[in-house]
């Protein structure tokens, strides 16, 4: 699958602050420093989520006190930051956000989808084995609750809709 995304365009160096100009790199037109003799990539951001169920078999999840999709419900996540990895980006945004800390991910999967600020976002998703701690909503975090999976609430994004799925089928199958 082709995903099409306009990313941020950027107008001059990183490095020298010289005029990018549009160039071929042998395989596609991009942004290149004549200066710097460099070329550069728009590459999609990384982002990882949790998935963790309460002893009745819901689902925990987030409603957005932030745009985009202020109000909507999402699984508690965000982006990586430089110098953590995808399991610790998850652990963290699950604490911010609802006050729980994890233990024990386990890869659920991953997706990769368009966005309007970032150009493209690949989402990992982790279930979380185990969790401790007093549910509060937190930050980018305006409430959150489990849900069972007939009476789940709107959901903000359609890659974590994608990944509910993917979730669902998992416990379905019994692998989770």
Not at 18 to 31: M, N, V, W
Not at 62 to 85: A, C, H, I
Not at 117 to 145: N, P, Q, R
Request: net charge negative.
């Amino acid at each position: 699958m082709t995903i099409e995304w306009t990313p941020l365009i950027w107008n001059y160096c990183p490095n020298c602050s010289f005029k990018l100009i549009e160039a071929h790199d042998g395989q596609s037109i991009r942004p290149h420093c004549p200066d710097c003799n460099k070329y550069y990539y728009y590459n999609p951001v990384p982002a990882a989520c949790c998935f963790l169920t309460n002893e009745n078999d819901e689902l925990l999840m987030v409603q957005r006190s932030v745009e985009p999709r202020k109000g909507l419900w999402t699984m508690p996540g965000g982006f990586v930051e430089s110098g953590e990895t995808t399991e610790e980006a998850a652990l963290r945004e699950l604490e911010e956000e609802t006050g729980l800390r994890g233990t024990g991910l386990r890869l659920l999967g991953t997706s990769t989808r368009a966005s309007k600020i970032s150009g493209g976002v690949i989402v990992i998703a982790y279930a979380v084995e185990s969790w401790e701690g007093e549910m509060e909503a937190k930050t980018d975090a305006m409430d959150l609750g489990f849900f069972s999976r007939d009476k789940r609430p709107d959901i903000a994004f359609e890659v974590h809709e994608e990944l509910i799925q993917t979730y669902d089928n998992l416990r379905l199958d019994g692998q989770i």
